[in-house]
């Protein structure tokens, strides 16, 4: 049964660009190993992420990542059956915030910093759609 689960989480203090990065080299090998796919959002201050997968899979995942201890306090946004991937291309995509996406994370926000717990499940899967949209068509942009 392919699930979607989206969970956010809070970076814990002295997390650093490193150790995301860490996180995302092992996150992309475990996943492509896992038939998992998703994405991760960093924003400095609060994780989100979707994972993607046989529900079993996703389960095993999840219970994994919520032992670590690089973040705290992570709230389940949404669990669903799905009939296709959204993230099918990424075993696990990251959509960092940068200058070129303030934008879109202030779009989704009812407050002036970007907190996920405060939206809605659909409003959280319409703007990491968006990112992705718009990731990919930065990196389709030429320099
Ligand atoms: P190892 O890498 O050998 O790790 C063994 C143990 O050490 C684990 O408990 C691990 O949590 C802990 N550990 C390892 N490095 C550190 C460190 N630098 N600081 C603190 N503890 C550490 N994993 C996935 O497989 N898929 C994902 O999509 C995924 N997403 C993640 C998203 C977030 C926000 C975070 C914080 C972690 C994520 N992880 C993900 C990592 C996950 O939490 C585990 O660390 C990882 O899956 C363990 O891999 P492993 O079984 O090969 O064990």
């Known amino acids: 049964m392919l699930t979607r689960l989206i ?4 970076v814990r ?18 996943n492509a190993r896992d038939g998992i796919s998703g994405a991760l959002v960093f924003t400095g201050g609060a994780f989100l992420q979707c994972l993607e997968g046989d529900r079993a899979a996703v389960n ?19 669990v669903e ?4 991937r959204e ?4 075993s696990m995509g990251y959509l960092g915030y940068t200058s070129a996406n303030t934008g879109l994370f202030f779009k989704y926000s009812a407050a002036k910093t970007f907190d996920p717990d405060r939206l809605p499940a659909r409003v959280v899967l319409a703007m990491l759609k968006e990112l992705v949209d718009q ?9």
């Not at 969970?7 to 809070?10: A, Q, R």
């Not at 095993?60 to 949404?78: F, N, Q």
């Not at 059956?81 to 296709?84: F, K, M, S, Y």
Request: aromatic content about 6%; overall charge neutral; proline content about 5%.
């Open 13 to 30: 203090p002295g997390v650093t660009q490193l150790d995301v990065k860490s996180i995302l080299a092992k996150s992309q090998m475990n």
């Open 87 to 90: 993230f099918g291309a990424w």
């Open 60 to 78: 095993e995942t999840y219970h994994r990542i919520v032992g670590d201890a690089r973040h705290a306090e992570p709230i389940i946004l949404s």
């Open 7 to 10: 969970y956010c989480s809070k």
């Open 81 to 84: 059956e799905i009939g296709a």
């Open 135 to 143: 990731a990919h068509l930065l990196s389709s942009t030429p320099a």
